[in-house]
């Protein structure tokens, strides 16, 4: 399994951006995909996740209500929008996935698939 994120860029606060992940390789659609994101110096923050079949999201305090995540299947594709960014959303934002719960919780170590990242810098 393999997966792409894109879609990453410098915007100033208040800003929107929408992050794509591609997964390939895998040989089902029953995965949840997750949302990471790291800045230096620090450990890897949750950002949301979403179900096998897309009905089921969750999402750190710190987005809650400003981002959204979504799932294409037909095209492989996981998306986070991100709304009214402000410049503690800065980082290396990382999809993931889980092909063995339905709804993983925030612990990075449950994912078991990782994309190489893709820098968001939000200025002021």
């Known amino acids: 399994v393999q997966l792409q994120a894109s879609g990453g860029g410098s915007v100033q606060s208040g800003s929107s951006l929408r992050l794509s992940c591609t997964v390939s390789?895998?040989?089902?659609?029953?995965?949840?995909a997750a949302w990471f994101r790291q800045v230096p110096g620090k450990e890897r923050e949750f950002v949301g996740v979403?179900?096998?079949?897309?009905?089921?999201?969750f999402y750190a305090d710190s987005v809650k209500g400003r981002f959204t995540i979504s799932r294409d299947d037909a095209k492989n594709l996981v998306y986070l929008q991100m709304n009214s960014l402000n410049t503690e959303d800065t980082g290396v934002y990382y999809c993931?996935?889980?092909?063995?719960?339905?709804?993983?919780?925030?612990?990075?170590?449950?994912?078991?698939?990782w994309g190489q990242g893709t820098q968001v810098t939000v200025s002021s």
């Open positions: 390789g895998g040989t089902s659609f029953d995965y949840a």
């Open positions: 979403i179900s096998w079949g897309g009905d089921s999201t």
């Open positions: 993931a996935v889980n092909y063995k719960w339905r709804l993983p919780g925030s612990d990075p170590n449950l994912y078991e698939y």
